[in-house]
């Protein structure tokens, strides 16, 4: 299951914050309940998260995991998003993150 999430920091200038805000979103918009489909706990959903920001070495990894209530997230950061220019140019651009959320189990195949 893939869910997809945006997310921004306009005024701040903090790449963390809009990488929170957007895994909010993909979060907020959807009901995950696949772990009840299937039987499983939620703490043994395996979560991969790719967040794309234009600098990725300033999203904090451990924020952007505490966003999640259950599950085994791996945060995955990479180039992408958009800076957009202030007007005021006052050096900090509004920050636009994009993340995919891909949650997934350890299951083993049967024969049956």
């Known amino acids: 299951m893939t869910e997809l999430g945006m997310g ?20 907020w918009h959807n009901s995950i309940n696949l772990a009840e489909l299937f039987g499983f706990e939620k703490s043994a959903m395996r979560i991969r998260v790719d967040v794309a920001v234009q600098q990725p070495s300033k999203v904090d990894l451990e924020a952007v995991a505490a966003e999640f209530p259950y599950g085994a997230p791996q945060i995955h950061v990479t180039e992408g998003g958009l800076d957009i220019p202030r007007p005021d140019g006052d050096g900090h651009p509004t920050i636009m993150a994009n993340v995919a959320l891909s949650v997934s189990f350890e299951m083993e195949k049967t024969d049956d």
Do not use: I, M, W
């Not at 920091?9 to 993909?26: E, H, I, K, M």
């Open 8 to 27: 921004t920091s306009l005024r701040r200038g903090d790449y963390t914050q809009a990488a929170c805000r957007a895994v909010r979103d993909a979060l």
